[in-house]
């Protein structure tokens, strides 16, 4: 029975180095990517541009787009690494409050109108800051994958069992079989339309290890009559949430 159990922890270990290994060839292989457009514009200008100065524009152009798309991804790699290392401060805070707060940051990014159902005075046990940035990338994706015309919807539901945080879109909706995938690392849905909108596949995956720090849990489900929504749940707050009075 030892022998069996060595065996698994060997096999855990392993499988553990094996993803190590893949994030590491994925977050390079990334990085490549915009490097080498960025190389391939320096020598242009460098070549052609005392002949050619109308280059120039367009080449700083494409310097500046994909070095900010490398910023972009060396930032996530960093929030990941630090999510990983799971040492945030949970205390109980006003649920609500960071909600609204959230809405109104991204109601000035996000071209859809919003729909918003707050319940009041929730308080739950968490890390206020680490749940905004999942909220707020929820909504970004949410932002990114329905067309501008259609609402998004913020829904924030608790009562003596559970706290409920959930965002519906009427999007372009999500696969079951990538239902499965989307909070992996690196992962982005094969299809013409994610690749044209363009990403890292790191936001979910960053999603997923701040829920995990905040020993709450998080759900993909279709929306009706199209689209997806994002369902986070907090643990029991029994004492803490507001209850009508009666
Ligand atoms: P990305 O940077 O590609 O958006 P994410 O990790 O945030 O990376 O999401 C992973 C993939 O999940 C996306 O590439 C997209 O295909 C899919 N996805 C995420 N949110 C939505 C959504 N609200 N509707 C449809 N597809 C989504």
């Excluded at 960071?98 to 109104?104: D, F, K, L, R």
């Excluded at 308080?123 to 994706?141: C, D, K, R, T, Y």
């Excluded at 701040?210 to 369902?231: A, C, R, T, Y």
Aim: net charge negative.
């Amino acid at each position: 029975q030892l022998a069996a159990s060595f065996n698994e922890l060997l096999t855990a270990i392993n499988q553990n180095a094996e993803q190590e290994r893949e994030f590491t060839s994925n977050a390079a292989h990334e990085l490549r990517t915009p490097i080498a457009a960025i190389r391939s514009h320096v020598q242009l200008l460098e070549r052609r541009s005392a002949d050619h100065p109308e280059i120039i524009p367009r080449s700083i152009h494409f310097i500046g787009e994909e070095s900010l798309r490398m910023q972009k991804l060396v930032d996530s790699l960093l929030t990941l690494s630090r999510a990983d290392r799971g040492t945030l401060k949970l205390v109980s805070f006003d649920l609500t409050a960071i909600v609204h707060e959230t809405i109104e940051e991204e109601r000035a990014v996000l071209q859809q109108p919003l729909n918003v159902k707050v319940a009041t005075g929730v308080q739950v046990f968490g890390n206020a800051e680490s749940v905004q940035q999942i909220l707020a990338a929820i909504m970004e994706n949410a932002g990114k994958y329905s067309p501008a015309d259609q609402p998004i919807t913020i829904e924030l539901t608790a009562d003596t069992e559970r706290v409920q945080l959930t965002i519906a879109d009427l999007g372009i909706g999500i696969t079951d079989e990538d239902k499965a995938r989307i909070f992996d690392r690196f992962y982005r849905v094969d299809s013409a339309r994610t690749r044209e909108i363009g990403g890292t596949g790191l936001g979910l995956a960053i999603v997923a290890q701040l829920v995990k720090i905040n020993q709450s849990d998080i759900q993909v489900m279709d929306n009706h009559p199209q689209g997806s929504q994002f369902i986070m749940t907090f643990p029991p707050t029994t004492s803490s949430v507001e209850t009508a009075p009666k």
